[in-house]
């Protein structure tokens, strides 16, 4: 899915979103870096039709945001929202609102558990889970019903350093396997370099930079992303 956007900003008692153009290419995976308060989650969340912008337009391959397009597309928060039920159910839920049967979502469930690691816990109640085992839940249940726009706001913050690295690979394989759009919000330059094709540097609702990994960490010239790498790396 190819992403559009066209003047877009967000204010409340300040403006904390101004971005004039950004086009995020079909089966391109983006990360989005930047401070605190950069409005990178506000990005995302407008974009995953959560917050309303205050003007301008996003379009989805062309379109504006409809049924359609929200049914392709899902969003995973840094903290997960998990159904009060099993993790099973968790991630199956996803299927069972699109309608698919029965028998492929038992396969498709059934491969996503085996892939992340999360079989040993896989009737257990999501409510009792630990942080990062939940992370991880929202993972599979966003990946399992293979959305043309997977959105992920810091998606390995709850988890533990050698996991990282863990979920880090499941989503690039998953990536190179169904090439889907991929939007990441992270705060991590170095995974940033690790995973994504592209980069979009945000500072105080602007972006300031973005292209290519090469191009952005290189060769870009803004002092800000400078100084901002530099301190991720101290």
């Known amino acids: 899915m190819q992403i559009t956007v066209h003047g877009l900003t967000k204010t409340y008692h300040k403006t904390v979103l101004d971005i004039q153009h950004l086009e995020i290419e079909r089966g391109s995976f983006w990360g989005i870096i930047g401070p605190n308060g950069s409005g990178k989650s506000t990005l995302m969340k407008i974009i995953a039709g959560l917050n ?14 409809n049924q359609s397009v929200r049914a392709s597309m899902t969003l995973v928060f840094q903290k997960p929202y998990l159904l009060r039920t ?6 199956a839920y996803p299927m069972q609102i699109r309608n698919i049967p029965q028998k492929e979502i038992r396969q498709r469930v059934g491969d996503i558990i085996e892939m992340l690691g999360i079989k040993t816990f896989q009737d257990q109640r999501a409510w ?5 085992e939940a992370q991880k839940v929202a993972l599979a249940r966003a990946l399992v019903f293979r959305p043309q726009l997977l959105m992920l706001d810091e998606p390995t913050a709850n988890i533990d350093p050698a996991s990282i690295l863990q979920l ?11 090439k889907p759009t991929i939007l990441m919000v992270t705060h991590n330059v170095q995974q940033a370099k690790r995973i ?10 602007k972006v300031l930079e973005k292209g290519s990994l090469k191009h952005v960490f290189d060769q870009g010239e803004n002092p800000l992303v400078k100084t901002f790498i530099q301190e991720d790396l101290l």
């Open 52 to 65: 309303q912008a205050s003007t301008g337009q996003v379009l989805y391959d062309g379109h504006s945001l």
């Open 86 to 91: 099993s993790v099973y159910q968790n991630i």
């Open 128 to 132: 009792t889970l630990s942080g990062g």
């Open 168 to 178: 880090e690979r499941q989503i690039k394989e998953y990536y190179e396997v169904f």
């Open 196 to 205: 994504c094709d592209k980069v979009a540097f945000m500072y105080q609702g």
